[in-house]
């Protein structure tokens, strides 16, 4: 229901036009233990009654109400660690590079009566080419799915001897290379491309959109949320936009999650020219400027009592509107951000009319707090127990001091 980074939940609420479909982080870890998790919907009578009726038609294995296709292949036993790779690695490149949902189902009790299946979901031509790339993997004798996605040709040439559409393909390409040095003909223009910059840039015979380089960047951490984006979808579209193979942050989550004053790297592949534009729109990115993607931010400044309403619990508050809106939201506060010290805004970005509608909702939650008494709504908030009980417990030790003095 999820789906990759999340597109597939977002493609039912517009398909449905609900304004809330929400399944809570603490569910979704629950739902390999549990026959059932809570969805939580809203919007009209029947919006909702068409969100429930494409629920169960998802659950069902049918994705044709959002335009998407779903297969199943079945593999053998032996293949379904090369299909995962390293901790999940070669299944999660698979689904990057078909932009596909990829999932094994495997029932492990029945050992090796068990017959694996790969789920697919995805648009028709993307579900396509995945079975395609599937199947080829499968049949490779590497453990490594570059090998199909970008071979090298000198190892292939190890494995034997040269087929006839490979020794046509190299004659071709090297044809106007000998016939240059014998002086018998010009290189012909085929081989030579152009970069953005208007420079010739000479074509790998094998890479007919040039050479590859990988390049490393750095990034501010308290950046990284801002440059991904609501559930991935910035740095995909950035991605997309440079037209380069790879755009991806190299640090777990959990390793930079509280230290937001250092730098994090960030890895892109692809030709010279579109790593060169794709470093370019992430740096305007950075500075405050989306304008690259398509999309447009803003920030409303807020005061510091009304922070804790807008995250809520665990952030709930911010969740939903994110959710509701369809933007990107965070809570900036301070100097790391550029801000006086006890300031705070919210930042959101994202497509012009979403940041539209978003601006609209956050300035009328702004009025009606100025108009009613709001509830702390972090009274019963685990942090805000601890925090009592550690007061107590200091109150009850200075009394303890007292009375021993006296």
């Given at each position: 229901?999820?789906?990759?980074?999340?597109l597939?939940?977002?493609k039912?609420k517009?398909?449905?036009?609900?304004?809330l479909?929400?399944?809570?982080?603490?569910?979704?870890?629950?739902a390999?233990?549990?026959?059932?998790i809570p969805?939580e919907m809203?919007?009209?009578?029947?919006?909702v009654?068409a969100c429930?009726?494409?629920?169960e038609?998802?659950?069902?294995?049918?994705?044709?109400s959002?335009?998407?296709?779903?297969t199943l292949?079945?593999i053998?036993?032996?293949?379904v660690g090369k299909?995962?790779?390293?901790k999940g690695s070669?299944v999660k490149q698979?689904?990057e590079?078909t932009?596909c949902?990829i999932?094994?189902?495997?029932?492990r009790?029945r050992g090796?009566?068990?017959t694996?299946?790969?789920?697919?979901?995805g648009m028709?031509h993307?579900?396509?080419?995945a079975?395609e790339?599937v199947?080829?993997?499968?049949a490779s004798?590497?453990?490594k799915?570059?090998?199909?996605?970008?071979?090298?040709p000198?190892?292939?040439?190890?494995a034997?001897?040269?087929?006839?559409?490979?020794?046509?393909?190299?004659?071709?390409a090297?044809?106007?290379m000998?016939?240059?040095?014998?002086?018998?003909?010009?290189v012909q223009s085929?081989?030579?491309n152009?970069?953005?910059?208007?420079g010739?840039?000479?074509?790998s015979?094998f890479?007919p959109?040039g050479p590859?380089?990988?390049?490393?960047?750095?990034?501010p951490?308290?950046?990284?949320?801002?440059?991904v984006?609501?559930r991935g979808q910035?740095?995909?579209l950035?991605?997309r936009?440079?037209?380069?193979?790879?755009c991806h942050i190299?640090v777990e989550?959990?390793?930079y999650?509280?230290d937001?004053?250092g730098?994090i790297?960030?890895q892109?592949?692809?030709t010279?020219?579109?790593v060169?534009?794709?470093?370019?729109?992430?740096?305007r990115?950075?500075?405050g400027?989306y304008?690259?993607i398509?999309?447009?931010?803003?920030v409303?400044?807020?005061?510091?009592?009304?922070v804790?309403?807008?995250?809520?619990?665990?952030w709930q508050?911010?969740?939903?509107l994110?959710?509701?809106?369809?933007?990107y939201m965070?809570v900036i506060q301070?100097?790391?951000?550029?801000?006086?010290r006890?300031?705070a805004?919210l930042f959101m970005t994202?497509?012009?009319?979403?940041?539209?509608r978003a601006?609209?909702?956050i300035d009328?939650?702004?009025?009606?707090?100025?108009?009613i008494e709001?509830?702390?709504?972090?009274?019963d908030a685990?942090?805000?127990r601890?925090?009592?009980a550690?007061?107590?417990?200091?109150?009850?030790?200075?009394?303890?001091?007292?009375t021993t003095?006296r």
């Amino acid at each position: 229901l999820v789906g990759l980074k999340g597109l597939t939940i977002q493609k039912v609420k517009d398909a449905t036009g609900v304004s809330l479909l929400h399944i809570d982080d603490r569910e979704k870890a629950k739902a390999r233990s549990q026959a059932v998790i809570p969805v939580e919907m809203a919007g009209s009578e029947d919006q909702v009654a068409a969100c429930q009726r494409v629920l169960e038609e998802i659950c069902n294995g049918d994705q044709t109400s959002i335009g998407h296709l779903t297969t199943l292949i079945n593999i053998e036993l032996a293949v379904v660690g090369k299909i995962m790779g390293n901790k999940g690695s070669t299944v999660k490149q698979l689904s990057e590079e078909t932009v596909c949902y990829i999932e094994i189902q495997q029932d492990r009790s029945r050992g090796t009566a068990d017959t694996p299946r790969l789920f697919i979901a995805g648009m028709p031509h993307q579900v396509e080419y995945a079975v395609e790339l599937v199947n080829r993997f499968i049949a490779s004798p590497g453990s490594k799915l570059d090998f199909i996605l970008r071979p090298d040709p000198s190892t292939n040439a190890k494995a034997g001897p040269l087929t006839d559409p490979l020794r046509e393909r190299l004659k071709s390409a090297l044809h106007p290379m000998l016939s240059a040095l014998d002086g018998r003909a010009p290189v012909q223009s085929s081989l030579i491309n152009f970069s953005v910059s208007g420079g010739p840039v000479a074509l790998s015979a094998f890479e007919p959109d040039g050479p590859k380089e990988e390049r490393i960047i750095e990034i501010p951490a308290r950046k990284k949320s801002h440059l991904v984006g609501l559930r991935g979808q910035t740095i995909e579209l950035v991605q997309r936009t440079a037209g380069v193979l790879k755009c991806h942050i190299m640090v777990e989550r959990d390793k930079y999650e509280y230290d937001k004053d250092g730098q994090i790297p960030l890895q892109i592949c692809g030709t010279r020219d579109r790593v060169d534009h794709c470093v370019q729109i992430i740096e305007r990115i950075v500075s405050g400027d989306y304008s690259g993607i398509g999309h447009t931010c803003h920030v409303v400044p807020i005061e510091q009592t009304r922070v804790n309403y807008l995250r809520g619990d665990r952030w709930q508050v911010i969740n939903y509107l994110k959710d509701l809106t369809g933007c990107y939201m965070d809570v900036i506060q301070g100097p790391p951000y550029g801000l006086a010290r006890g300031e705070a805004q919210l930042f959101m970005t994202g497509p012009v009319e979403r940041v539209a509608r978003a601006r609209a909702i956050i300035d009328t939650m702004l009025a009606n707090m100025d108009k009613i008494e709001m509830p702390d709504i972090n009274v019963d908030a685990p942090w805000r127990r601890d925090e009592e009980a550690a007061k107590r417990k200091m109150e009850e030790e200075d009394r303890a001091k007292k009375t021993t003095s006296r």
